[in-house]
């Protein structure tokens, strides 16, 4: 990953959260949020591979503690898990195929609305299952509308990594 | 040193030669990179971890917080901004939507108040017809009632249908204890008299009925006289002679049997009507007397039939 794409994704997650924080958490469709931001990173994680996924959770997660003065950390231990698990999906099996940004962000959908309530849980603050679990199926429709123009915005803005970029689980020799 | 035949290639002779394979080693990029890449999402997993504990240990105070209110202050202008840029969509999403709202809103109370004016309409009936219940068991226990009389009391089923109807059907018959020619009254006054008995129904001939004729007397002047339909379909007082004094507003009231041999239908006491004029003629021999009745004869809801104790003879 180069300086430049670095930028570019930095810029990319930071308009991702304002927007998130600012606008979308704003607009409740049937008790669930649209997450521009989730959508993003797992874009950013499918094509530049676990790494630039993990920290690029970790920087978004950081933002949205940050702007909305929530317990510092929170939502960066769990994007950043996000990050690094759809990043690894995308370096194993999930890059070339046309459905992976789908498949990603429905199964993060569930598992970061999971994660968080759990975290919530152990810390004891309010953590309503019911009305988290009510939510997940109008979530991830919410987030499958958004996922074609984020990956299609994300997918223009950092060209795909060259092959030798790329970490791989198997190498040819010769 | 070995010759390769002419037939094959150089690289063949290399694949062929008898130097010996390097052992496959380790590959040192990729596990190198798969290193890098647990360290790098365990540091930042435990940063994130040793966020969380020291922001939960003290949400409100020391330099996390302060340093995290000044990242807050910093995002705050782009956060408004994206507020501003986005509030021309979002005043356009609240119109469309408290449109939708007020729509369905607007459906919702029109059900609403549907259910409540029926509610009201039922319960303006049943006002009306616990009103009449009120006084019709006002009259069975009065003074007034005759005392060797019962009262069945019965729903009216069938009201008169126009001007040359002068009966009602009654939701009470001889199973009930209803017999031929037993007086009927409302909470207001007399109604009529049993005119056709069936087991669990009966036909009442209305005071306004041609063939009625009851004996009445005025309470105030105690004057006689006979209650029934004159020439212009109006209740008279007939039988008054002229050297009678009988008034407007007076009250008349049945006049009960006074002949054993021949005894009245009605009961002494029941109210009938309010004297509503009184003329007299040079050629006439009695008085002309108009009596508007008690009873509302067109829609009684609830009556009683009277049903002596004792049968006569």
Do not use: C
């Not at chain 1, 309530?117 to 499958?144: D, K, M, T, Y």
């Not at chain 2, 507020?83 to 709202?101: C, G, H, K, L, W």
């Not at chain 2, 003074?143 to 002068?166: K, L």
């Not at chain 2, 209740?235 to 021949?262: E, F, M, W």
């Amino acid at each position: 990953m180069t300086f430049g794409d670095g930028v570019k994704a930095a810029a990319l997650l930071f308009v991702a959260a304002v927007v998130q924080v600012s606008i979308f958490s704003q607009l409740h469709v049937f008790g669930a949020v649209p997450d521009v931001l989730l959508v993003s990173l797992v874009a950013l994680a499918l094509l530049r591979g676990s790494v630039v996924g993990a920290v690029g959770g970790f920087f978004a997660g950081l933002l949205v503690d940050t702007a909305t003065l929530g317990t510092l950390g929170l939502t960066s231990l769990v994007l950043t898990l996000a990050g690094y698990w759809i990043g690894r999906y995308g370096e194993t099996t999930g890059r070339a195929r046309a459905h992976a940004p789908f498949l990603s962000v429905a199964v993060v959908t569930v598992l970061y609305q999971l994660g968080l309530l759990v975290v919530h849980f152990v810390l004891g603050e309010s953590a309503p299952a019911g009305a988290v679990v009510r939510s997940l199926i109008p979530a991830i429709v919410l987030n499958l509308i958004l996922t074609a123009p984020i990956y299609a915005l994300v997918r223009r803005l950092l060209r795909p990594a060259a092959r030798d970029e790329l970490t791989a689980e198997v190498q040819l020799l010769g | 040193m070995a010759v390769a035949p002419p037939s094959r290639s150089a690289r063949a002779a290399v694949l062929a030669s008898s130097v010996q394979r390097s052992k496959p080693t380790p590959y040192p990029s990729k596990a190198r990179s798969a290193l890098i890449r647990r360290a790098v999402v365990l540091a930042l997993v435990l940063i994130a971890l040793a966020l969380i504990t020291i922001s939960f240990r003290s949400p409100t105070a020391g330099a996390l917080h302060d340093v995290q209110g000044a990242g807050s202050t910093a995002l705050r202008p782009f956060q408004i901004a994206a507020t501003r840029v986005a509030q021309p969509f979002r005043d356009a999403y609240n119109y469309f939507s408290s449109i939708s709202s007020t729509k369905s809103e607007n459906a919702r109370l029109k059900r609403e108040y549907r259910t409540v004016r029926q509610q009201a309409i039922a319960n303006r009936a049943l006002a009306i017809k616990v009103q009449q219940l009120q006084r019709l068991l006002h009259l069975e226990q009065g003074s007034r009632f005759p005392a060797d009389y019962q009262a069945v009391n019965a729903e009216v089923t069938s009201f008169p249908s126009g001007p040359f109807t002068h009966t009602l059907e009654i939701a009470a018959g001889s199973s009930s204890g209803v017999r031929l020619n037993s007086p009927v009254v409302s909470g207001d006054g007399l109604v009529g008299i049993v005119s056709n008995v069936e087991p669990q129904t009966a036909v009442v001939t209305l005071l306004t009925d041609p063939s009625t004729f009851v004996a009445a007397r005025d309470v105030q002047t105690r004057v006689q006289g006979m209650v029934h339909t004159g020439p212009g379909g109006t209740l008279i007082l007939d039988q008054v002679p002229k050297q009678l004094r009988v008034k407007k507003g007076d009250a008349l009231v049945t006049d009960g049997t006074h002949n054993a041999r021949y005894p009245d239908l009605y009961p002494y006491g029941i109210p009938i009507g309010r004297v509503s004029s009184v003329n007299a003629t040079d050629t006439a021999t009695f008085l002309q007397v108009q009596v508007t009745p008690f009873a509302s004869l067109s829609s009684p809801d609830a009556v009683a039939v009277l049903v002596p104790k004792k049968q006569h003879r």
